[in-house]
């Protein structure tokens, strides 16, 4: 089976960071694109961060680049969202996601995109 385990949530002040955690495991993870989406109390989940299968490119949405760093782990199958400098605007539920095989991170810039997997989500509040 697929499984996507997200952890690292939590609550924390603004200008405070916090690390996403997510171990795969059940597909080829070397052949995905995988990284975070985000969904707000009444928003649309909109993609945050992601890296490519070759972890050569990453995207991230214009409202955390500077403040967040994605990295994955081949050897462990897991990716990290590493975030700094967090705003109130930043909290959410955040699900881990791996799209492919052999896609791109062009979904993270889709409204609404359904990857291929998921994880269940992680809460991270921001207090102002």
């Known amino acids: 089976d697929v499984q996507l385990q997200a952890s690292g949530g939590g609550l924390v002040q603004a200008g405070g960071s916090l690390r996403l955690s997510c171990t795969t495991s059940?597909?080829?993870?070397?052949?995905?694109?995988i990284g975070w989406f985000r969904q707000a109390p009444g928003k649309e989940r909109e993609g945050v961060s992601c890296?490519?299968?070759?972890?050569?490119?990453?995207y991230h949405v214009d409202s955390v680049k500077g403040r967040f760093t994605i990295s994955r782990d081949k050897a462990k199958s897991a990716v990290y969202l590493q975030m700094e400098n967090l705003k109130s605007e930043d909290t959410a539920v955040y699900y881990c996601?791996?799209?492919?095989?052999?896609?791109?991170?062009?979904?993270?810039?889709?409204?609404?995109?359904?990857?291929?997997?998921w994880g269940q989500g992680t809460q991270v509040t921001v207090s102002s």
């Open positions: 996601a791996a799209d492919g095989p052999y896609g791109g991170c062009g979904g993270w810039r889709i409204r609404r995109y359904n990857a291929d997997h």
């Open positions: 059940g597909f080829n993870f070397d052949d995905y694109a």
């Open positions: 890296m490519s299968r070759d972890g050569v490119k990453t």
